[in-house]
């Protein structure tokens, strides 16, 4: 399991990525939102031809910068490259110096820039630990050293994009490319540096296939195993590679791989680098030809300048080929014509001065467009929290050894904890910034409020599915510790400009039900000074406010929980933990719009034009409710708990659902309820819901193809229904896909998307990406899906043949990891700036509706022409009605066309549902009256109490409760070999209690899954002894035979007492067929440690 993000193949800009990337398996955990990469894709070249022209001339001696492999010799065929970067790529070599010599500066030790010359090329530790030998350095920790490196290099000396890359390098990578040949950098340094310096030089990682760095090598240069290493990842042999190096070190490394090196005298003086034996020397990368690469020299391609011919070398890097009288030096012995050094690039002249200084130009040109292109992702990037991002971040604290007991790894963790408290080198978190807003509470400080306490900070963005998805595991730890000196901190560091806003985040806090403090940290003070890098991200603080650890992701329930216990237990040891109160005042206590608004956040809607029927999913009251078109109400689907249930209009249950699409054919209602990870249908003929896929499982499956509920669903956030193909299509925003229900087999799979969070177009699925869709709407006319792409800022069409999408409008075509193009401004495709589309409809006037959520605004798309413009909206947040471009909304998630000019739109933050008529003259925005459509009133939760008598086929299993105040009950029924459980009849339970009140077990009635299993929740209400029992009734059936069903009671006994950690109580039952005799297998139930 993933603790925190380390590098793979992926680079510096794997940390300036926005990606999630596909899980190999279902088991696998999604990776978290990261920051979009700014230097994603290259920059795409045409090919085109290089001429320039060459004068006769003597072969330079052996000695010479321009050695030539002698006339004759075969050079041999060439298919890779192998770049090394510090001095050949880069020029890194001076300022690596520079940094070594301020980490020995910082030591008291005083060196210079020369003394780490005899150590270049051979890795960072080699390179600091031969100057500390030199130089008789006691106790030198070359691991600290090395770290310390990074930081003074990475701050001060390779900034992204700061111009360190040679003159001619990515024009030579370019050509080696386009000649065919696989490109490599394969470099002694490691892969933090590496990453950094390619950024800095503005070369991006996407032009290499492979990157090999020291890290995963004991053995660097000068011997061969990296070079080695480089050749096997491109599935290259040795013979047919060309290493390009500037350090002994590096050309004796490449002899000893038995490969052909070009050495380049930008370290070394060239009688230095010959006792490596190199095949060619060059001046400096500017200077090596593809001819060099390919043919060895330019005598196997030169023919002589007097016949009139022209050779193909490369025009950058003639100068050290010819002679020094074409280089600008004039000669007696050369006519006029050829007195000045001449390069022919498709028709412009100019000397090799001018053609090295208007490539570096290109070059810092190249760097800039990217640079401003990517200027918002950019800057929530930090030294520190790059170097986070590579180092792993302090993540030791989460190693866990598979099978190992809760006990040994709370040791393990306190050991951790003891020696880092007495090592002396812990980072120490920032204060609060006292100018910062707060959410639910007063402004806390850590030298005040938090004194004493162990602190989680959780950095999340309300935009993201990722930070939604980790609020459960933090109510689980807030709930188990909540009676010790413990505090869950949300720091809100906002993406989107429109979610720097308090009143913004305030909703979000009602939205999700935040409870905790959370502080408005617009500026990203913490993010930087923490060197945080992702979103969500966990910062774990101790009492003294010493940083403890810090994890990334989702998926960390279980390490959060270890971490938080063991360190309490370990600073109550230490006396070093006080419980004063803090000055808690939630937001849902002060907001009396929630108290009195009929809808709670609603988030989408549906219609049923023929019966007159308005659909609205109340989001956050977890129900659907169904108005007329007039808002006068009809009924609700959904009791308004929180749950999965199927059943009964009145008895349902969902979590925050989302999208809705209608059937007319059937009367039946498609809802994505997301926060159950599931599609359910609402049949408005018998009055029931059926769950159709999802089990209330978050799920990693990136291909789909199950049946039923049997397939997992990762938040589906919208729906739309095709007629013809009886298809629901799904905007699975939690693993950015688009999904299809087939209802005739049940089958639910992917249809667009490889799962990657990222606003790529391609031509078929596997190549297209989406960054969290949230809207999706049917064009049956065109065969596409017109998809609110929300985390690009898009507006993008899916072809429903192939899978493939094209953008519409907004987003960065360019770059399509760069989720950062956002903002307000209406215009044609490209040029268009969105910011958090998440509703899209298209209308009967083949226009394409937008609910541009982040800029509170109404757009409107035309799909032809790509032209959108605003109907409705200021761009800022509020509730007023009126003429379309003064009227105000509070981001609209989603809308319907209602035909005759009007649209119903779903104004979220302002729990109403507006209605904007169209006409030539403009937009009008009114606000629906919804008449008779009441907010849930609280139901009092009282359970059946216990039956005395069970029907005599009951098995009744005992189990121990414990003396646990709350925690789960796990059901997990099995039956044999052969056997299924029925499709047909659900196999279900019930609860009853006793005493009356003394407990409370959620939810009180469900079904079982496809594998027997069902989870449910208990809490006592009295510390007195109280029982529960889960009585089930089972059906199953043997394959192409008769069904059988079997009905057993679990009797759960809890102890009077009151202990605070949850506990996980398993409740197993193996049906056996009973035989004549009726015995039965049983297998009681068990109770696991606590969590």
């Not at 390098?169 to 540096?193: F, H, P, Q, T, Y």
């Not at 977890?622 to 308004?640: A, K």
Request: glycine share 10%; aromatic share 8%.
């Amino acid at each position: 399991m993933a603790r925190h993000l380390a590098p793979s193949s992926g680079s510096l800009h794997r940390l300036l990525v926005s990606r999630h990337y596909p899980p190999a398996s279902q088991a696998s955990l999604p990776r978290p939102l990261l920051l979009p990469k700014p230097l994603s894709a290259a920059v795409q070249f045409r090919r085109s031809g290089r001429r320039g022209v060459a004068a006769a001339a003597s072969a330079p001696s052996p000695s010479s910068p321009g050695t030539e492999v002698a006339e004759g010799t075969a050079w041999g065929k060439v298919s890779a490259v192998l770049f090394d970067m510090d001095g050949v790529l880069c020029n890194s070599e001076e300022p690596s110096r520079q940094a070594g010599v301020d980490v020995f500066a910082e030591m008291g030790v005083e060196v210079t820039v020369d003394d780490f010359v005899p150590f270049m090329g051979t890795g960072e530790a080699n390179f600091l630990g031969g100057v500390a030998r030199v130089k008789g350095v006691k106790d030198f920790n070359p691991e600290s050293a090395k770290k310390r490196f990074f930081e003074i290099y990475l701050d001060k000396y390779a900034k992204p994009n700061s111009g360190i890359g040679f003159p001619g390098a990515l024009k030579l990578i370019m050509e080696c490319k386009n000649a065919g040949l696989k490109v490599a950098v394969a470099s002694s340094a490691d892969r933090i540096k590496v990453d950094a310096n390619l950024a800095a030089a503005g070369l991006p990682v996407s032009l290499f296939d492979a990157i090999v760095s020291a890290d995963a090598f004991e053995n660097l240069k000068p011997a061969p195993d990296i070079f080695l290493a480089a050749s096997k990842n491109l599935g290259v042999d040795t013979n047919e590679c060309i290493v390009i190096e500037d350090a002994l070190a590096g050309v004796q490394a490449a002899k000893a791989a038995e490969m052909r090196c070009i050495a380049v005298t930008t370290t070394l003086e060239e009688g230095a680098l010959q006792q490596g034996g190199p095949s060619l020397i060059r001046k400096n990368i500017g200077d090596v030809s593809i001819d060099d690469i390919l043919y060895g020299g330019s005598n196997a391609r030169h023919i002589n300048a007097d016949e009139g011919a022209e050779s193909f070398e490369n025009s950058s890097s003639i100068g050290n080929a010819l002679p020094e009288s074409l280089n600008g030096a004039t000669d007696a012995g050369v006519s006029g014509t050829k007195s000045s050094a001449i390069s022919k690039t498709e028709g412009l002249l100019g000397s090799r001065r001018e053609i090295l200084r208007y490539g570096s130009l290109g070059i810092a040109v190249s760097c800039l467009f990217v640079t401003v292109r990517n200027w918002k992702a950019m800057q929530f990037a930090s030294p520190k929290g790059l170097l986070n991002f590579f180092m792993g971040g302090n993540s030791s604290i989460f190693v866990n050894n598979e099978g190992e007991s809760l006990s040994s790894r709370a040791q393990q963790i306190k050991k951790y904890l003891s020696d880092f408290e007495s090592g002396g080198s812990a980072t120490y978190v920032p204060e609060f910034p006292r100018k910062l807003d707060w959410l639910n509470t007063a402004p806390l400080q850590f030298g005040r409020d938090l004194k004493g306490r162990v602190v989680l900070l959780d950095f999340w963005t309300y935009c993201c599915i990722n930070c939604m998805h980790v609020l459960p595991d933090l109510d689980f730890v807030e709930k188990k510790y909540k009676d010790k000196p413990f505090t869950v901190v949300g720091v809100h560091s906002a993406k989107f400009d429109n979610e720097k806003d308090l009143d913004a985040i305030r909703n979000a806090v009602l939205r999700y039900n935040i409870t905790h403090p959370v502080v408005n940290d617009g500026d990203m003070y913490l993010w930087r000074e923490l060197g945080v890098n992702s979103w969500p991200t966990f910062v774990l603080i101790g009492p003294n406010g010493k940083v403890l650890a810090q994890i990334s992701g989702e998926g960390h329930r279980k390490d959060l929980d270890d971490v938080v216990g063991a360190a309490l237990e370990f600073y109550e040891d230490k006396k070093l933990l006080r419980n004063d109160p803090l000055p808690l005042a939630l937001e849902k206590d002060k907001d009396s719009r929630l108290l009195t608004s009929p809808l709670k956040f609603p988030g989408k809607l549906a219609l049923d034009v023929e019966n007159n029927r308005l659909f609205i999913s109340d989001s956050n009251h977890n129900r659907i409710v169904v108005t007329n078109l007039e808002g006068q109400f009809i009924c609700q689907v959904g009791s308004s708990d929180e749950g999965l249930l199927d059943g009964p209009f009145d008895a349902a249950l969902f979590n925050r659902p989302q999208g809705l699409a209608y059937n007319s054919k059937r009367n039946i209602l498609y809802v994505a309820d997301t926060e159950n990870h599931a599609l359910r249908e609402i049949n408005f003929v018998d009055e029931t819901v059926r769950t159709l896929a999802g089990n209330g499982t978050k799920g990693s499956d990136y291909k789909g193809g199950g049946q039923g509920t049997d397939q997992v669903l990762n938040s589906p956030w919208d729906v739309c229904y095709d007629p013809s193909e009886e298809t629901v299509y799904i905007a699975m925003a939690g693993q950015h896909q688009i999904w299809k229900h087939n209802i005739r087999d049940g089958v639910t799979k992917v249809l667009s998307g490889d799962g990657y969070e990222r606003n790529l177009n391609g031509s078929s699925a596997t190549n297209t990406s989406f960054a969290q869709p949230s809207g999706i709407s049917l064009a049956p006319e065109l065969q596409e899906l017109f998809v609110a792409d929300s985390e690009s800022s898009s507006i993008r069409a899916v072809n429903l043949k192939t899978g493939g999408s094209r953008l519409l409008a907004g987003g960065d075509p360019v770059f399509p990891e760069n989720l950062f193009r956002f903002g307000d401004y209406d215009g044609t495709g490209r040029d268009v700036l969105l910011q958090h589309p998440l509703g899209v409809v298209c209308a009967s006037d083949n226009q394409v509706y937008v609910a541009d959520s982040y800029n509170h605004k109404i757009k409107r798309l035309d799909p032809v022409t790509r032209q959108v413009m605003t109907i409705a909206g200021t761009g800022r947040a509020g509730y007023k009605d009126g003429p379309g471009l003064s009227a105000q909304l509070s981001e609209p998630a989603g809308l319907v066309e209602v035909g005759n000019g009007r649209l119903l739109v779903a104004d979220t933050n302002n729990n109403a549902i507006r209605y904007i008529t169209l006409s030539e003259k403009g937009a009008e925005v009114k606000t629906l009256d919804l008449i008779g459509v009441q907010s849930p009133s609280p139901k009092p939760k009282t359970l059946k109490r216990l039956r005395r008598r069970l029907s005599i086929d009951t098995d009744v299993i005992n189990v121990d409760g414990g003396s646990s105040i709350e925690g789960f009950l796990s059901l997990a029924i099995t039956v044999p070999d052969g056997y299924h459980f029925s499709k047909e009849a659900r196999s279900k339970f019930d609860v009853e209690t006793e005493p009356a009140n003394a407990i409370e077990i959620e939810p009180a009635n469900g079904s079982l899954n496809s594998e027997g299993l069902a989870s449910l929740k208990f809490k006592r209400i009295s510390s007195s002894p109280s029982m529960g029992r889960i009585n089930c009734k089972v059906y199953y059936c043997k394959e192409d035979e008769v069904c059988l069903y079997q009905s057993v009671a679990f009797d759960v006994k809890f102890h009077e007492g009151a202990e605070p950690s949850p506990e996980q109580i398993t409740l197993t039952y193996s049906v056996t067929p009973r035989d004549n005799s009726g015995g039965a297998q049983l297998i009681g139930g068990t109770r696991n440690a606590k969590v």
